[in-house]
């Protein structure tokens, strides 16, 4: 992965039903199954610097998905090397796909008028599925990398 800008989803298992404290949004119960959490990274050292972020459980937590990371499984990350803004697009996409809901409204979403960048999928949602979609939807779009994780 290199430090240039981009769009990233973070692909999640939850092995069982808990509940998480979410800084000002308060209390989010999660499910068993798979959340996915789309952002972007135009800061210093773009999506290198960003998903190295997620990849580790924060002591201090700044984001929202800061507070869901260390009950959470991450299993895949999928993202996009990418000067243009697309985790609204991208957001959109997931949430046509069959299963998908919106567990919180506003989760990742403060600074834009989308309802949630925060999606729950009773089963893991396919990142060769989600690819063939935006690149159907969104042409022309980058090529989308796939890397799996199967850490904490």
Request: charged share 20%.
């Amino acid at each position: 992965m290199k430090p240039q800008p981009g769009t990233y989803a973070l692909v999640m298992a939850c092995s069982s039903d808990l509940k998480v404290e979410v800084g000002k949004l308060g209390a989010l119960r999660l499910h068993s199954g798979f959340y996915v959490y789309v952002g972007s990274a135009f800061g210093p050292g773009g999506l290198k610097a960003r998903i190295a972020h997620h990849v580790k459980i924060s002591e201090r937590p700044h984001w929202h998905i800061d507070y869901l990371r260390p009950a959470l499984d991450l299993s895949e990350i999928w993202f996009t090397h990418d000067s243009r803004h697309r985790e609204h697009q991208w957001v959109e996409v997931l949430a046509g796909l069959r299963g998908a809901t919106v567990p919180i409204s506003g989760f990742g979403a403060s600074d834009c008028r989308c309802n949630s960048h925060l999606l729950f999928f009773d089963s893991p949602p396919s990142g060769a599925g989600f690819c063939r979609r935006v690149h159907a939807i969104l042409n022309p779009h980058g090529k989308i990398f796939i890397k799996n994780r199967l850490t904490k």
